[in-house]
Structure formats: C-alpha cells, structure tokens
C-alpha cells in the first residue's frame, strides 16, 4: 500500500509539473515557516528570501517609489544624508529561440524560458527622517505535533544518530559533513503538516549520506545534481507526508512550486523528475525501514 501511495504522489506531481512546464509557467513557491527577524517591506510588509536575507539584514526597507508616495501625504518624510541604498534580487525570466533537431533529424525553433537576476534599490526605514516605525510582532503559531510524523522522525533520526538543532532563525537544512539536520522553532511553521514536510525534507536529504544511500555527489553544494537533490528531498518529503495522511492539498501546491523552480535549473527536462522520484522512494523506504 505504501509503494503505491509514492508511486501515485510522484505521478501526480509530475504531471503538474510537466504542466507547468508545457505552459512555461513559473509557480510561486511559500517559505512554510515565519522568521521574526527577517528583512521585510516597510509598505506591505511582505518578508524578502533567499539571498536577500544576509544582503538586507534585518528591519524594513522601501523603494524610492514607495518612499515618493508615503511622502505626499507626509511632506516632513526626508532620507537621511549620506545613507547607502541596498539591493533587493529577484528572478526574472526572458524568451530566447534555440534551434535544435527533432525526431526526425530536421532543425526547428523552439523558445525557452531562460531565468535571470535582476535586482532593484531599496532604503531602510530607519534612515527615513519622521517615519513611523512599526511595531515588531513575533509571529507564533499553536504546534499541535501529529503522532505518527513524529514518531516516524524521531525513530529514524534516533536510529541513525543524527543530530537535531532546532534555533530561531530562517533556514532549515542538512549538513553532509556534520550528520546535522538544522530546522526553524516548531511553532514557526504555519501548520504542523508544513513543519513535518521541511523536517522530511532535510532527513531525506540525510539519507544520502555516504553510510547510508550513498547518493551525495561533490557538487552537493551546486550544480545540476544539487537540483535533482532537491527534488528528490522535496518529492521524498511528499510521499511520506501523503502516507502518513498529512500531505494537504495546500502544501501539496507548495511542494510543487518548489519543484518547479528546480526542475527550471535543469532546463525543465522531465527526465530528472523521473530520475528524483525514483531515489525519492528509495529514501522514503530507508526512512519507514521498508
């Protein structure tokens, strides 16, 4: 029964991505958890990610336009002398024709989605003279932990004696070197099937190791099997959430979109999904011990 919950859920899965793929549509990922301290937009006080987190640093920042328009209602609004902008990057994507031969040997044109950075200049609230500061709420969600996830994530991790540390921060991830799984606070996370989703992630990840599936390449760090790791990760995370009963239509989405912007690094060749969903199944059983 196990077997045939994964085999569906990667079908599943696939099939939405290759959708997206066929409609070169790029679907927003949501990080499941809230970070405090993360840098934020002063206006809509949506939290900036990725690479932007130790570019920003924490507090709340706008842009020139947003500064303008806060300023025409409030004309005492002034930047201060001789701050420094920071920069805020972004993917965006652009259209380019590549010509290449089809089945039957014959040269056509096909355009690609090809993604790129962009980035744009943002000041930080503190150095707007007669700004309000907001006030800085920490976000706390009720945890109710779900008995059998976390039994299952307790019994692997025990079994395997790998190390736990849960801190008040914005990333969640598997250290190669250390045996270490690192996550955010529990009651971070927007819901308990978001929490169990990451902390599956990262043991899938764990499973890898050399001691164990021995699917860690060099490049862990990059390159293209460092995007087929990730996928794997996300699609193994997923199975065991759907036969634990836990894998929401919502984060179901969401782990979708996370594959998405993967599987785009690897030039949205279906063959690598076929390739993840296959070592995630393997990990999934290393982790239920099947």
């Not at 842009?63 to 209602?73: A, G, I, R, V, Y």
Request: net charge positive; with cysteine.
């Amino acid at each position: 029964m196990t077997n045939k919950i994964h085999q569906m859920i990667a079908r599943r899965m696939i099939s939405k991505i290759e959708a997206a793929i066929k409609n070169k549509e790029p679907l927003p990922w949501e990080k499941p958890w809230v970070y405090a301290d993360a840098p934020r937009n002063y206006v809509t006080k949506r939290t900036y990610s990725g690479i932007n987190v130790p570019l920003l640093g924490s507090g709340e920042y706008l842009t020139w336009n947003q500064f303008c328009d806060l300023q025409k209602h409030n004309p005492k609004l002034k930047i201060r002398k001789g701050c420094h902008q920071e920069i805020v990057v972004y993917f965006n994507f652009c259209e380019r024709e590549k010509k290449v031969k089809n089945q039957n040997g014959e040269l056509e044109t096909k355009t690609q989605k090809v993604p790129y950075l962009k980035y744009y200049n943002v000041f930080h609230a503190e150095d707007i003279d007669g700004l309000p500061q907001s006030e800085k709420v920490k976000p706390e969600f009720d945890f109710q932990p779900n008995a059998k996830a976390q039994a299952v994530f307790e019994n692997y991790i025990g079994r395997e004696k790998i190390q736990v540390i849960y801190q008040n921060g914005d990333r969640a991830c598997y250290n190669p070197l250390a045996d270490t799984i690192m996550l955010p606070m529990a009651n971070t996370f927007k819901c308990a099937e978001a929490f169990y989703g990451t902390a599956f992630h990262e043991a899938v990840h764990s499973t890898g190791a050399k001691n164990r599936l021995d699917r860690l390449k060099h490049d862990f760090c990059g390159g293209k099997e460092y995007s087929k790791e990730e996928l794997t990760a996300e699609m193994g995370a997923s199975m065991l959430c759907a036969s634990l009963g836990i894998l929401t239509p919502a984060e179901e989405s969401n782990s979708v979109a996370y594959m998405r912007g993967w599987i785009t690094a690897l030039q949205d060749n279906p063959h690598w999904l076929v390739a993840a969903s296959s070592a995630a199944e393997k990990a999934a059983k290393y982790i239920l011990r099947e």
